[in-house]
């Protein structure tokens, strides 16, 4: 089969296609033939082995070489004790224990996957998964009338996060780049900032912080969260993270203002009901880009550097729906 894969970390120069071994399914484990599958921040974490959290299981080269978590397709074959799917279920979910998206098949566990809605391309369920399950339960965490801020509200998990805390009643600041704010703006967003001008850390005070792509001090976030505000950090640099569980925990018991880490609860019970929100019209997929698998390396380059204006797809086959 094609595939993109990677030896070692770095740039997306070292991506590669190349024809490799189609993968066998074992006990509990699905074979996916993969259609779609959107590209997520954690694929150009684990494309660079950086921050130190993506080189987990690869310390020295990546223990999966292939790279994509979040595939939507048909089942190709199902392994011993699989009992929820059968060849030719169409298919997609969050594989990020494995990855291998960014390839014609992939191997999965069964209890990562669910069957793909009729009403969902294979496109637009391929953008779910893993974004839809942190946007669900990061805005869980504020309640109607409540001030929140995102910072990296443009991409995608932020385009699904605007849009539910807007539904729900929530004063939403989203923060991203300059080219994303008029973007922010058409998904619910009461104020917007772009980062590259203004410190965020600055304005509010906000109930409730979302970081998608935490870089900041813990007493920056402290000085932006109201009183018994909280702040939880997605994505971000190691020293972030660091900050945060550490420092970030004593000053949250000493001032009334919680400093964490969001725990994403992955699977099916997590994305599900967002595809239904999406299928009623309620929440709009905005996908801004499709690659063919052959570039994925561009795809990754796009998603990474900021550009993606909510979600990028691979499709390893055009054309399917």
């Not at 998964?129 to 990061?138: E, L, T, W, Y």
């Not at 992955?266 to 009901?273: D, L, N, Q, R, T």
């Amino acid at each position: 089969m094609r595939a993109i894969v990677h030896d070692r970390y770095g740039s997306p120069d070292v991506l590669r296609l190349a024809d490799i071994a189609t993968p066998t399914p074992g006990r509990g484990q699905v074979l996916v033939r993969v259609i779609a599958t959107s590209v997520n921040l954690s694929d150009w974490e684990g494309l660079h082995g950086a921050p130190a959290y993506a080189r987990l299981g690869g310390l020295f080269r990546p223990a999966r070489r292939t790279l994509g978590s979040d595939i939507a397709g048909v089942v190709q074959a199902v392994g011993a004790g699989v009992t929820l799917f059968r060849p030719g279920d169409n298919v997609y979910g969050d594989n990020l224990t494995l990855k291998g998206g960014f390839a014609e098949y992939a191997v999965a566990p069964e209890h990562a996957l669910a069957l793909k809605p009729a009403g969902l391309s294979f496109a637009e369920a391929s953008t779910l998964p893993q974004s839809g399950a942190i946007a669900v339960q990061a805005v869980a965490r504020a309640k109607p009338g409540e001030r929140m801020l995102i910072n990296g509200a443009g991409g995608g998990t932020g385009a699904f996060a605007l849009q539910l805390a807007a539904a729900s009643g929530i004063h939403v600041t989203a923060v991203d780049n300059a080219g994303k704010l008029d973007f922010m703006r058409s998904l619910g967003a009461a104020e917007v900032i772009d980062y590259r001008t203004d410190d965020f850390t600055r304005t509010g005070p906000y109930d409730l912080i979302i970081d998608l792509a935490a870089r900041r001090s813990v007493f920056a976030y402290r000085r932006a969260l109201a009183p018994g505000g909280t702040c939880l950090i997605v994505g971000g640099t190691t020293r972030a993270l660091l900050r945060v569980v550490t420092v970030g925990t004593l000053i949250g018991t000493m001032t009334g203002r919680r400093l964490g880490v969001l725990a994403v609860k992955p699977g099916p019970a997590h994305f599900s009901p967002l595809a239904d929100r999406c299928i009623a019209g309620d929440v709009r997929i905005h996908i801004d880009r499709v690659f063919p698998l052959e570039q994925v390396p561009e795809a990754l380059t796009y998603v990474g550097d900021g550009h993606a204006l909510g979600k990028v797809v691979v499709e390893a086959r055009a054309g399917v729906d």
